[in-house]
Nanobody
Framework: QVQLVESGGGLVQAGGSLRLSCAASGSTASINFMGWYRQIPGMQRELVAEISKDGMTNYADSVKGRFTISRDNAKNTVYLQMNSLSPEDTAVYLC????????????WGQGTQVTVTS
């Protein structure tokens, strides 16, 4: 079992920045990838960014150059630094952890709201 607790969401004006954090607890040694997804009501959940245990990253095209994902393995925490935010980034951001090797599993955080005003 893995528990994920997000923090750092909130309200910000367009052009501003926010930093999200996600702390994992439980069977953290088995986590291979941690990342962030976002959910807009009525739309499909989409991957924002993901990072492997050894630091390889993957970003959605819409956030490349604006968002940076990082990971502190000692603290079992993943961060998402979001810069140059736009109203289109408004969503619930969910932390995600997954194991790549068999047996595969994944876990989700409860989500944190990010609202960007114009």
């Amino acid at each position: 079992q893995v528990q994920l607790v997000e923090s750092g969401g909130g309200l910000v004006q367009a052009g501003g920045s926010l930093r999200l954090s996600c702390a994992a607890s439980g069977s953290t040694a088995s986590i291979n990838f941690m990342g962030w997804y976002r959910q807009i009501p009525g739309m499909q959940r989409e991957l924002v960014a993901e990072i492997s245990k050894d630091g390889m990253t993957n970003y959605a095209d819409s956030v490349k150059g604006r968002f940076t994902i990082s990971r502190d393995n000692a603290k079992n925490t993943v961060y998402l630094q979001m810069n140059s935010l736009s109203p289109e980034d408004t969503a619930v951001y969910l932390c995600h952890a997954r194991r790549y090797y068999l047996p595969r599993w994944d876990y989700w955080g409860q989500g944190t709201q990010v609202t960007v005003t114009s």
